[in-house]
Structure formats: C-alpha cells, structure tokens
C-alpha cells in the first residue's frame, strides 16, 4: 500500500474534523503516524508524524511547531483556530486545528485510524480475511469460514482436497448460514464459551461436525471461526484455530475502521454535494457512480428523512444519529456503497436512479424506513424525495426539492416525492417569493381582508370557495354551506364595494393566489356560515 499523504489523509476526515491552516511542504508530504505530546518527555524523532498538541493552548503552540520540525514531523494539530501560522509556516510543517472542545483521545483514535487503515480491493475492509481463512484452513486441517455475529459469512477457505458437506455449500452459495433451530443451539454453546469447541454434527444426510470459536475483542463478540471436522483435523487443532480468532479480531477490528472511515468520507463528500462544494466529477469516482449506459451521468435522487417536532429538544441530537444509522443500514443493504449524511438534523442519503420507472422503489424503500424508525425510535419519521437529476452536478437541485416535500408531509401523508406534492411544494415557494417582494404583496386581497375586518363580512372566504371550486356558484355554496343565492349576493357585494373585477381572469388568478398564499386562506366545507 503507498504511504499515505497529507492530501489522502483529508480527503478522509478533512473539513468539519479536521482544518487545514498551511501546508508549507505541499499536501503530498507522507504521514506516518499520530504522536500525543508529553510535556514531560523528550520529543521523539518521528518522520512524518502529526503531533497533538497536548496541554498546549493554540496560541502558545509556536515553540512546538519549531521542535517538530526538528524532529522531521510532518505537521502539528492544535484546539481552536488560534494556531501558531506564522511559526509553522517558517518551520516548514503542517499546521492543522480541531473543535476548541474535542477529545484529544479521539482525534488521536480518528487520525490514526485514517492513517492506518487499509482498504481492500473490494472497498470494505476485508479482502485479509480471506488469506486467513485459507492460512486457518491449512493449520487446522479443515475447510474453514470466518462470520460475522448475524452468521453472514465474512470469508472462506479454498484450500483444495479439504471435505466440506452441504451446509457450508450453500452458506457460502448466500453468504449466510443456513438457519435452524439446531444451528441457533449450536451459537447459544458457541458464544458462552471461551474457547474452541466441538460441535457434532446436525440432523441431515451428509453433515459433518465443526470445531469453532468465537471471535472477540475487549468483551465484545465480533464474529465466529468455524471449521468443517471430517475426523482427520490436526492435532493442535483447537490452538490453532484460537490463534487464528485472535488475528481474525484484528482484522475485523481494522476492517471495522476502514469501513467507519468510508462512511465518514462518503458522508463528508455528500455533505459538500449537497451544498454545491464538491468537484461532481471527483464525486461520482470516488462514490463509484460512473456513467451510465449512454455515457452520460448516472441518474440519482437525494431522499431526505427527519425526525418529527414532537421529539424533546434533550433527545432530538441522539435520535437523529440513530436515525441517520438505520437509513444508511438500509440502503447499504440495498445499494452496497453509499452515501448518507446528517445535516442540521436532516438526514440525506444518494439513492442511484438507474433505471428508475416512477421511483417506485425508492417510494418503498423510503416508507420501509419510516416505518422501521418509527419502530425502532418509537418517534414518528417523516420523508421526502427529491426529483431524479442527471448526474451529481444537479445534486444540489434534487436536495432543495426533497427539503421542500418535508415542509409539506405531515400525519396524514409521512412519506412522499415531489412530484406526488407538486402542486403543494409550488404553492409553498410562491409563498416565499410574493411575501419577499413589496410589490408582490400589494393588492386587493388586502382590502378585502381589511373589510372583513372592520364591517364583520365574510368576502375573502366566499371569494377562495367560488375560486377553489371553479367559480362555479353551487359548489362554492357547498364549500360555504349557505344557499347559492347568498354566496352569489357577497360576490356582487365585493364587486360593487371593493371595485373587484372578477370577469378579469388575471385579477382573478392573482387574487386568489394571494389569498391562498399570502392570507393562508382555503376552501373548507362548514357547518354553517
């Protein structure tokens, strides 16, 4: 693996995490690793590391930039924006700053996982495993698969010549243990053991017993080794096997970072998607859009999801990260490599749109997690989709509408695109735009209004029924729930008095989107008038 820079390490967690200052030696300096200052011990010589300023404010880290310069480092973090600049600048090192309120213990955890980690060929972290499990297989003498704690199989052997019956063929034919109620006895005796244990074999023609052993780091169950028992296993079979669990925790703890430090890349590089800041080109690369089968942009929609009001504001920041979880669970289940992001307590996922006829699917994939997250947070979830854009260069387009169909979901309807609330989405924005503008909102709507007020009237709502249905007099009536006769005498009242012209199709149509829009006012059927 080529060492890794400056640049590729904040390609990984640069902007809200960590800030860049200056990089006197360019962004393709190589990092090598994260060092946690002492005050109490010497400066180590460390070529290429990145220091952390330890119980030293920013603006008193200028010494500490000199001495890691010294000391061959590439670069020194600080708190707060207040860094020595100008120091680290004359010292040739990198100067780069976090949160005033960040734990040092987890930017150091967050830096040296970005600069340790090490992606495999298939993006997820655990192209390893399949080494170990062939290196466990020859070991132990058995067919041998890794899985994680759902009993999806993570890795398998292919050592040739080694037995394997038909449970392991077909676990490896889905990627998933076939279940059973034996196979769920089998993991209950598995997981309550500390070490390698022997398993006979299940009802069925053919079945062979398995040796096993779970795998686990700090207290926590991170998967299983199982390995198929045809009688003929070596015999140090149950050390070998605890051996390769131990390196298996490893590699399933790194795998763990890198796939986290992918999330977090995707997720920083939507949120700079969504606000127009992104390179769409770059994007579409690194997200693994590529063209689509007429060489153009590939399709996508951004479909938004958040949480309802009724959530207390002491709750609404922990909810909203579980929810941004379970929708990126759900469409990595879907779509494998993904991008969601929480964003001012909204969450955005990149659903690809190849192919989409009417964007059923995404419809049904955004009510399955409205529906689960309602289970699962026990609030209720609202969600909105965005129109499908030709490529990530209109991203920014597909976003406003999906923020657009949230201001218009409620109870009654938790789950929509925009083009299924057009009409209401339109309504909203004009809205916005006649309420900014002065000249827009001048008109007879006010005088109307005005009358109703001082004289006890009731023009502005007769007038929005006999609009809302058409100008049709009866159905207005029924709107109102008064005779025809008394609604066509308020509208020739509001004529006469106002001097509204209601032949004027134009005066007709601003006056009633005024009044629908700027006076809130719409047609409902009443008891009495």
């Not at 009731?458 to 007099?473: F, H």
């Amino acid at each position: 693996m080529d060492a890794c820079t400056l640049g590729d390490l904040l390609d990984v967690i640069g902007g809200p995490s960590v800030r860049l200052h200056t990089a006197p030696a360019g962004l393709a300096v190589p990092v090598t690793e994260a060092l946690l200052h002492d005050a109490h011990a010497p400066l180590p010589r460390a070529p290429g590391a990145l220091l952390l300023a330890v119980g030293v404010r920013a603006s008193a880290a200028g010494p500490l930039a000199r001495a890691a310069a010294e000391a061959g480092m590439s670069g020194l973090v600080v708190r707060g924006p207040d860094g020595p600049l100008a120091e680290a600048e004359s010292a040739g090192v990198a100067l780069l700053s976090v949160d005033e309120d960040a734990a040092w213990h987890h930017v150091h955890l967050l830096l040296a996982s970005a600069i340790g980690a090490r992606p495999s060929a298939s993006g997820n972290g655990l192209g390893d495993l399949f080494a170990l499990a062939d290196a466990v297989a020859a070991a132990v003498g058995g067919a041998t698969v890794i899985e994680d704690p759902r009993q999806r199989i993570l890795a398998y052997s292919t050592v040739p010549g080694q037995p394997v019956d038909e449970d392991r063929r077909q676990g490896i034919l889905g990627l998933q243990v076939p279940t059973s109620p034996e196979n769920s006895e089998q993991y209950r005796v598995l997981f309550a053991a500390d070490r390698p244990v022997r398993l006979p074999a299940l009802d069925g023609s053919g079945l062979l017993p398995r040796l096993a052993m779970a795998v686990r780091a700090g207290g926590e169950t991170l998967g299983s080794l199982w390995v198929v028992d045809d009688g003929n296993l070596a015999p140090d079979a149950e050390e070998a096997l605890a051996q390769g669990a131990s390196t298996a925790a490893l590699l399933l703890l790194r795998a763990r970072a890198a796939q986290e430090l992918a999330r977090h890349q995707n997720g920083d590089l939507l949120r700079r998607l969504l606000d127009g800041t992104a390179d769409p080109a770059g994007a579409a690369h690194r997200l693994g859009l590529g063209l689509g089968p007429d060489g153009h942009p590939a399709p996508v929609r951004v479909a938004a999801f958040v949480l309802d009001s009724a959530v207390s504001a002491a709750d609404v920041e922990q909810t909203a990260l579980r929810l941004l979880d379970l929708v990126r669970l759900q469409c990595e289940a879907r779509y494998g490599r993904h991008a969601c992001v929480l964003v001012d307590g909204v969450v955005y996922a990149l659903l690809p749109a190849h192919g989409e006829r009417g964007g059923e699917r995404h419809k049904r994939l955004a009510e399955d997690i409205v529906r689960r997250a309602g289970q699962a947070l026990r609030v209720p979830v609202r969600a909105g989709l965005g129109d499908v854009v030709t490529g990530l260069a209109e991203v920014t387009a597909s976003r406003a509408d999906a923020d657009l169909v949230l201001r218009v979901l409620g109870p009654e309807l938790p789950v929509a695109s925009v083009t299924e609330v057009r009409p209401r989405v339109t309504l909203l924005r004009l809205t916005e735009v006649l309420g900014e503008r002065r000249e827009l909102k001048a008109g007879a709507w006010r005088t109307v209004l005005a009358h109703d007020t001082e004289h006890g009237t009731d023009y502005a709502r007769t007038l929005v029924s006999w609009l809302d249905a058409g100008c049709d007099m009866a159905g207005a009536a029924r709107l109102l729930a008064v005779h025809p006769n008394t609604c066509r005498y308020r509208l020739r009242q509001a004529q006469q008095q106002l001097g509204i012209d209601l032949d004027d199709p134009d005066e007709r149509l601003v006056l009633w989107l005024q009044l629908r829009t700027l006076a809130g006012l719409r047609a409902t059927p009443t008891a009495s008038s």
